[in-house]
C-alpha cells in the first residue's frame, strides 16, 4: 500500500513552478497565517511526513556530541555515538514518557530525570532500575526509538514518517547538484548558529526568503555591502527553489538552495573571507512564531573568528530586518484574516518577482490536501 507520504510526494512532484510568465495572482488567505487549525493540518501533512534539516555533521562532530531540536510537538535527539555513526532518536524515555535530554553538549549515557532510565549514544537502553527480575522485560527492544536521517552536504534530514519515500526519490539529484558547490563536510566547523525569533507564521518567513523584492527597502546594508540585488536570478522546480546573486564583490556569487519545505542552504559572500557555507531553518513554534535558524560554517583555512563577526553583524542589521518585516506583516493580517495576498510574478525582474512563492503556496495547497 502507498504511504501518505509517498502520495504526497508523488503530488508535490506535479507541481510546476511558471519560470516565465508574468501575472499577478492571489496567494493564500491571511487566515492561512492565523488559524491554529491551519498549523495543525500543516503538522500531520507537511511536517510529519517530510525531511526536515535540523544541523550539519560538524554540530556534533566527537562521539557523544548531541544536539536537540522540534518539529513542532516532536523532539528529536541527534546523537553521535561512540562508533562516531550520527543517529537520530524521538527524545522520549521508554518508560514513561519523559524527555531524556534537552539543547545541545557531550554525553557517553543520556539519564532520563524522571526514573533514570539510562541510554547509551547509540540510542540502547543501558539500565533500568528495579527491573532486573521482571517478566518479559526485554532490554534490548526497549532502546530509544529511531528517526531515519539522510546527510546532504553535512546538512542532517530527518523524516518523521518511518514510511516516507527516501531523500533521493523526493528531491531526484537535488543532493549530488548541491554537493559540487559545498565544501567538504568533514573540512568545516561550526563558526556561530544564531537563532532568530520571528513573531510570524513559518510560511511568511519562508516567503520572505523566496524573494527579493524587499530587499531594496528593507535591507540597505545588504545591497549596498554585500549584494548586487539587481542581479538577482530565482527559479524554482522539483521542489526546490534556487537563488543566485551576484556580490559586490565581482569574484563572489551567492548560491541559495531552498528544500521543501522549510530549509535553505547554501554559499554566503561574506566581505573578506570569501563564500561561506550556511544553513536557514524557518521551523515553526506556534500559528504567530517560527525561528530562522541560522548556521555559519568555516571550511579550510576561513577564519571562524572573522565568519563569527560578520554572522553577528548580519544578525543585528539583515536578520532583524527580516524578523521585524514579517512581525508587521503578520499583524497585518491577523487583523484581515478573510484577505487573500497579492503577488506580482514577473520573473523576467528577478529582484521584483514573487514568482517562487506562487509556486510555495501551491505546494502548501497540495500537501495539506493529501490524505
Known sequence: MTSTAARMYAALNEVVCDNETAILRAGLPHGAYTSDGVLEVESERIFERSWVCLGHVADIGEPGDFLVEAILGHEVLLIRGDDARVRAFHNVCRHRGHSVASGAGAARRFTCPYHAWTYANDGSLLHAPHADGVADFDRSALGLRPIRLETVAGALFVNLDPKAPPF????????????????????????????????ANWKASVENFSECYHCGPVHRFLTDNVIDADSYVVSAGGLVQRHVVDGRDAEMTQRLWHIWPNTAMGLYPVPGVGMVWCIRHMYPRAVDRSTYHYRWYAAGHQSVDAIREYAIQHAATTGAEDAAIVAGAQRGMGGDPTATNVLVCNPGHGVGSEHVITYFHDLVRTATATR
Open 168 to 199: 533521493e526519490d523526493c528531491y531526484p539529484a537535488v543532493r549530488e547538484e548541491i554537493e559540487q558547490w559545498a565544501p567538504v563536510p568533514e573540512s568545516v566547523e561550526p563558526a556561530l548558529q544564531s537563532p532568530m525569533p520571528h513573531e
